[in-house]
């Protein structure tokens, strides 16, 4: 899949309970996967091993389907001919599952003032490559490349299900919700093989539904800005939802002192350079992908406003003094776990 969803790192970290023995007829499966370049977990509850393993690898076929359409390091990806026609005046036929993402991403794109954009290819590709060569790109490169940005720029032909890409030289990139995507799509799969309590986590893009057996709900973790090991004292308590952080802990680019994050900004063509952590809770996993990425961009009262009015919970963390201050929607309290010994 995309390097840049690999690039991506979303700093939570499952706590999950072993419930074996706790339910007489369902028991605890977990199965993990090498997908897009990271762990792909699937944890869920049913009757008996075969079963499970079957349900297993249904899920990870279905993703390897999806990736071969979305992935833009595939030469042959779905993804990548569709790109291979920008600038030529020709529509391009997409299959259902490209046309559904990409109509998810424009709508995506509107209620976000365009901070979301997955045109953004051309950007994405030049600082993917400037973090492996440890190069810092010239402003007339990246004024170069803002003039093929621009969601309006993707032409959706909800009829026949067709893209046109305006200009030669546009490039996609889906790494900001395609993650997301999947893994609503893997659970989607599971509930239509009636499994009731099941996660999925596709390197930090959490997908939830039910619980496990004489729980609340599934216990995650977030962690705090800048660290991969130090989390939240509070942590939260999900059930038939997702959630997403966004953060730099791994991704980004030091220049004359300034720290540049791998979530670029569609308006500057640079990295943002606030160090903070996103988390957002959503309905469905596509959401929660894209909203972190666009929360990320706006600032702080339009990113509250943008989750209030799609009715998503959001959390902004960042550092003081060496120490988190949280800044969380109205909504997004309700979700803290509320017995520490559970």
């Given at each position: 899949m995309n390097t840049r969803l690999l690039q991506i790192y979303f700093s939570l970290?499952?706590?999950?309970?072993?419930?074996?023995?706790?339910?007489?007829?369902?028991?605890?499966?977990?199965?993990?996967?090498?997908?897009?370049?990271?762990?792909f977990g699937i944890i869920f509850y049913c009757e008996d091993s075969s079963r499970a393993k079957q349900l297993s690898i249904q899920c990870f076929q279905q993703v390897d389907s999806l990736v071969n359409i979305f992935s833009d390091y595939f030469p042959q990806s779905e993804?990548?001919?569709?790109?291979?026609?920008?600038?030529?005046?020709?529509?391009?036929?997409?299959?259902?599952?490209?046309?559904?993402?990409?109509?998810?991403a424009s709508e995506a794109s509107k209620k976000s003032e365009g901070t979301f954009d997955i045109t953004l290819g051309p950007l994405?590709?030049?600082?993917?490559?400037?973090?492996?060569?440890?190069?810092f790109p010239d402003s007339a490169t990246i004024k170069e490349k803002l003039q093929l940005i621009g969601y309006k720029k993707m032409i959706l032909d909800s009829v026949n299900h067709s893209v046109q890409l305006m200009?030669?030289?546009?490039?996609?990139?889906?790494?900001?919700?395609?993650?997301?995507?999947?893994?609503?799509?893997?659970i989607d799969l599971?509930?239509?093989?009636?499994?009731q309590n099941a996660l999925v986590d596709v390197s930090g893009d959490i997908v939830c539904i039910g619980k496990p057996p004489n729980k609340s709900g599934w216990s995650v973790a977030?962690?705090?800005?800048?660290?991969q090991n130090e989390f939240?004292?509070?942590?939260?308590?999900?059930?038939?939802?997702?959630?997403?952080t966004s953060g730099d802990i791994h991704q980004f680019i030091e220049h004359k002192g300034i720290r540049y994050s791998h979530l670029i900004d569609p308006k500057t063509g640079y990295g943002i350079t606030s160090q903070v952590n996103v988390t957002v809770i959503a309905k469905e996993g596509t959401q929660a992908d894209w909203l972190t990425k666009a929360c990320s961009i706006l600032?702080?009262?339009?990113?509250?406003k943008l989750a209030e009015q799609v009715n998503a919970g959001l959390l902004i963390v960042e550092m003081k003094k060496g120490k988190p201050v949280l800044h969380a929607s109205k909504n997004f309290n309700h979700f803290w776990k509320t017995d520490v010994h559970e």
């Open positions: 970290s499952l706590i999950f309970s072993s419930s074996l023995g706790e339910c007489q007829s369902l028991k605890r499966f977990s199965f993990t996967e090498n997908k897009m370049g990271s762990p993804l990548n001919q569709l790109c291979a026609t920008a600038g030529s005046g020709k529509s391009f036929q997409c299959s259902p599952a490209l046309f559904a993402i990409l109509t998810l994405t590709h030049l600082w993917r490559k400037c973090r492996r060569e440890k190069t200009l030669s030289g546009m490039e996609l990139d889906l790494g900001g919700i395609a993650q997301g995507y999947i893994a609503q799509k893997t599971l509930k239509k093989k009636n499994i977030v962690s705090v800005p800048n660290s939240l004292e509070r942590q939260l308590q999900l059930n038939n939802c997702a959630v997403t600032p702080r009262k339009k990113a509250m």
